[in-house]
């Protein structure tokens, strides 16, 4: 009886903690089909008339298309670099365990807990002549994404018996081979983890696009709600209905692969 009233009492903290989290994006997409008026008082209740027309105009003046491309331009060639840099670091951090390995490894680690300094990264892409290109960005990404794959994947690589190793270097595999033939294809599970939480942080991005990209035509989908906010005048329910369309992709992506997320994330998690 008392083992039961804990676990009903579990449900509703559990039902409870997830209507907090629903419940701004319940008011997020309620209000996007709100007029001007009503939609600035940020209101919880249903719209008194439907207006679909919010839709319309983020799709006939925030250059949607352009910024779901830069969007997909830069979350794709991130997921690339991120996926290969890591997979190809936790390999070489893991299977040679010595103390230059672990210093290295402790670096990644600090990359965890040490934020990002925009000013000196604008600074230094202004140095090396790339400051506002699509390279930059996603160097930037890389580099800060790469440590939290580094640690997810050199905890799963520990699973991985070594004797796989010494079987195909008995074969003839060199290094590379060993890598790319044996190593890379047990990864799959944890390099779609990676690629879910690359995509989604690229995705959701407000500062780094912002600080370091000039050129607006290779602004990314979140900077375009700024066509639609003002100082003196700003249509809310318009912006609403742009970050309804925003966050759409993400979300359809994340409730398609969470079953990888969480497989991912507790196989990363076991020290071997």
């Not at 994006?25 to 008194?48: C, D, H, Q, T, W």
């Not at 839709?55 to 352009?66: H, S, T």
């Not at 989908?221 to 993400?250: D, E």
């Amino acid at each position: 009886m008392r083992q039961g009233g804990k676990k009903l009492a579990l449900h509703l903290f559990v039902l409870l903690g997830a209507l907090v989290i629903l419940i701004p994006f319940y008011m997020i997409l309620v209000n996007s089909f709100k007029g001007v008026r009503e939609s600035a008082l940020f209101g919880m209740g249903l719209p008194s008339e439907w207006l679909f027309s919010n839709y319309e105009k983020v799709f006939e003046q925030g250059n949607i298309l352009r910024g779901f491309k830069n969007s997909f331009l830069l979350a794709g060639l991130t997921v690339f670099c991120v996926n290969l840099f890591a997979s190809m670091a936790a390999f070489v951090i893991q299977r040679r365990d010595d103390r230059l390995m672990r210093g290295l490894y402790l670096t990644f680690i600090i990359g965890l807990i040490v934020p990002v300094s925009i000013v000196p990264t604008i600074r230094l892409m202004d140095i090396l002549g790339v400051k506002g290109t699509y390279f930059s960005m996603v160097m930037y990404y890389t580099a800060v994404l790469l440590p939290f794959s580094v640690f997810l994947l050199v905890g799963f690589m520990k699973q991985i018996p070594r004797e796989l190793d010494e079987a195909a270097q008995i074969e003839g595999a060199g290094f590379f081979r060993l890598y790319a033939r044996i190593i890379l294809p047990l990864l799959i599970t944890v390099l779609v983890t990676v690629s879910i939480v690359v995509i989604v942080s690229v995705w959701n991005d407000f500062f780094g696009p912002f600080y370091l990209v000039t050129d607006s035509t290779k602004w990314t989908i979140v900077l375009q709600i700024f066509n639609f906010v003002s100082l003196y005048n700003t249509n809310w329910g318009v912006v609403f209905a742009f970050m309804v369309i925003v966050v759409l992709p993400v979300m359809l992506v994340y409730l398609l692969l969470q079953r990888y997320i969480i497989d991912g994330l507790t196989a990363g998690s076991v020290k071997g």
